[in-house]
């Protein structure tokens, strides 16, 4: 009987180039640092696993990340975008991994696989009331709200929950002009 490989593969299960000259026959995918078999499914359990040794168990998956995470955008990004909150303590020797420290409650963090990851309603959020705002991010935004039906009051309601949050007043402003403004 030969042994059952892992849902995600890396070079410590096969060699970087069998996985490689699997990914050109067609039978893997590469998902973040990681290789998945095409029949298995592409859901937020697989995209967090891949990142879970390199995110740990304090840290969050956030903005951009979480995004790739719930499926908003197809790669992973280059840089991974983390949190903690602010009363956690964690090591700051990540090299690919932005890590803040933010206001974050426990309703706003989700469980997925070994990863912490924001809500969809807090990444809506993170991804407003961030300095840049480009046709890319909207779209990460709409995603969100449509696939994962984020009532935007739910947003708004996060807004008025952390007063001292940076970027709020932007975040509610672009979030206005994203859905209809009576709504929120």
Do not use: K, N
Request: with cysteine.
């Amino acid at each position: 009987m030969s042994p059952t490989l892992p849902r995600l593969l890396t070079a410590r299960d096969l060699p970087e180039v069998e996985l490689q000259a699997a990914a050109l026959d067609g039978e893997v995918c590469r998902v973040a640092d990681s290789w998945a078999s095409i029949a298995d499914p592409d859901d937020p359990w697989r995209r967090a696993e891949a990142l879970a040794d390199r995110l740990g168990t304090v840290v969050v998956a956030a903005r951009g990340t979480a995004a790739w995470i719930w499926g908003a955008r197809a790669a992973a990004p280059r840089r991974l975008e983390a949190v903690v909150p602010s009363w956690a303590r964690h090591r700051d020797d990540l090299a690919d991994v932005t890590v803040g420290e933010v206001l974050i409650d426990d309703d706003e963090i989700a469980q997925v696989g070994r990863v912490r990851v924001t809500t969809p309603t807090r990444t809506v959020l993170d991804l407003l009331r961030a300095d840049e705002w480009s046709a890319d991010a909207e779209r990460l935004v709409r995603t969100l709200l449509v696939e994962h039906h984020v009532d935007p009051r739910r947003v708004a309601g996060l807004v008025r929950r952390h007063g001292r949050l940076p970027g709020r007043r932007r975040a509610a402003t672009r979030l206005r002009t994203l859905v209809d403004p009576l709504v929120v």
